[in-house]
């Protein structure tokens, strides 16, 4: 009498699928990641770079590097102004621009990646508030429209964009362009006062910092005027 727990001959064994990690286990690699790349941050204190100088760098090769290593900053939450102004002093408005844009869109790739890779499954459930839904709802349906808003207003913190657009369906050529597009103008005018700021009575440099002004105080006005209604809406309730 042969074993049932003995292949046959004839027939090769099962082969049982590898066991997927958990969604909760995922997001927890996700949160000590951002955990991790916080403290790095917090311990470089990368504001240092306003006050001690830039390295001396320049042609094609120098600005690649930078792309890279401004996305990998974005990723670890170095604030963008101070990464922008840095581009500028380096290379100056046209190419620290572009090189601002493409570590802009480099670093909310890889958040945009890490989120949707680790953290999707298990947030997506937790998406019950109305508020929650609707936001979602937007992002997944109008990708492209919602995500060129969100970046051209100054007011919504970049890294929290990123990691909402991947919980969300939003795919990732909306993703990419609408941050490429809508992160430029407020990435230029912060390259252009760093590429001025020896010379803060310069039109552009003067300039630059207005138009830094006017769209924090039009962002202020906006926000201001949503949460009037809403506070007297919940006074009413």
């Not at 790095?40 to 690649?64: D, I, N």
């Not at 990998?72 to 963008?80: D, E, G, I, K």
């Not at 003067?206 to 924090?216: C, D």
Request: glycine content about 10%; hydrophobic content about 55%.
């Amino acid at each position: 009498m042969s074993d049932p727990a003995v292949p046959s001959p004839g027939r090769p064994a099962e082969r049982r699928p590898r066991a997927r990690p958990s969604a909760w286990w995922r997001l927890g690699v996700l949160v000590a990641l951002l955990a991790a790349a916080a403290a790095t941050v917090l311990a470089l204190h990368p504001e240092r770079l306003l006050a001690e100088g830039w390295p001396q760098l320049s042609g094609g090769a120098a600005v690649v590097l930078f792309s890279m290593a401004y996305g990998l900053c974005t990723a670890a939450f170095v604030p963008r102004p101070i990464l922008n102004i840095a581009a500028g002093a380096l290379f100056g408005a046209p190419a620290g621009t572009a090189a601002a844009v493409v570590g802009t869109v480099l670093g909310s790739a890889a958040s945009f990646g890490l989120g949707r890779l680790l953290g999707q499954d298990a947030l997506r459930p937790l998406l019950r508030g109305k508020w929650l839904r609707a936001a979602d709802r937007q992002l997944s349906r109008h990708g492209f429209r919602s995500m060129m808003a969100v970046r051209l207003f100054p007011g919504v913190p970049f890294a929290a964009a990123n990691y909402c657009a991947a919980v969300s369906r939003m795919g990732w050529t909306p993703f990419l362009l609408a941050t490429a597009l809508g992160s430029a103008p407020a990435t230029a005018a912060y390259v252009i006062a760093g590429s001025h700021a020896t010379a803060p009575t310069s039109p552009a440099f003067l300039g630059a910092t207005a138009f830094i002004a006017v769209t924090g105080l039009a962002a202020v006005v906006v926000v201001w005027r949503k949460k009037g209604p809403a506070a007297r809406r919940l006074s009413r309730s």
